[in-house]
């Protein structure tokens, strides 16, 4: 499945984006989905994933409470609302399907991955 992430930008401390990651097939509803994450000079990290269903999800350590993941299968779309940003959180964020199962946090276990949207976070 393909996959197109957008909504990213430049924003400051403390406001809110919404991310988007529209897939171009209709088994997107069948797929597990996460974001993750990849910071200047650092290494790409999970985020946050949903099941197929949207019944289950899990997040980062470091986004609790901060960022929610959802989905709209009869849209094709995965979503993050991302609260209460800080510096930390400037990184360019990617939507990846899961080719295991729906919690799975390593970037080898994603078979689709989105084209990235740049989240910046001004102090």
């Known amino acids: 499945v393909q996959l197109q992430a957008s909504g990213g930008g430049l924003v400051q401390a403390g406001d809110s984006l919404r991310l988007s990651c529209v897939a171009s097939?209709?088994?997107?509803?069948?797929?597990?989905m996460a974001w993750f994450r990849q910071a200047p000079g650092k290494e790409r990290e999970f985020v946050a994933a949903?099941?197929?269903?949207?019944?289950?999800?899990a997040y980062a350590d470091s986004v609790k409470r901060r960022f929610t993941i959802s989905r709209d299968n009869a849209k094709k779309s995965l979503y993050l609302q991302v609260n209460s940003l800080n510096p930390e959180d400037t990184a360019v964020y990617y939507c990846?399907?899961?080719?295991?199962?729906?919690?799975?946090?390593?970037?080898?276990?994603?078979?689709?991955w989105g084209q990235g949207t740049l989240v910046t976070v001004s102090s």
């Open positions: 990846a399907a899961s080719i295991r199962g729906w919690d799975s946090h390593r970037t080898t276990d994603f078979g689709s």
């Open positions: 097939s209709s088994t997107f509803s069948s797929a597990h």
């Open positions: 949903i099941s197929a269903g949207g019944l289950s999800r």
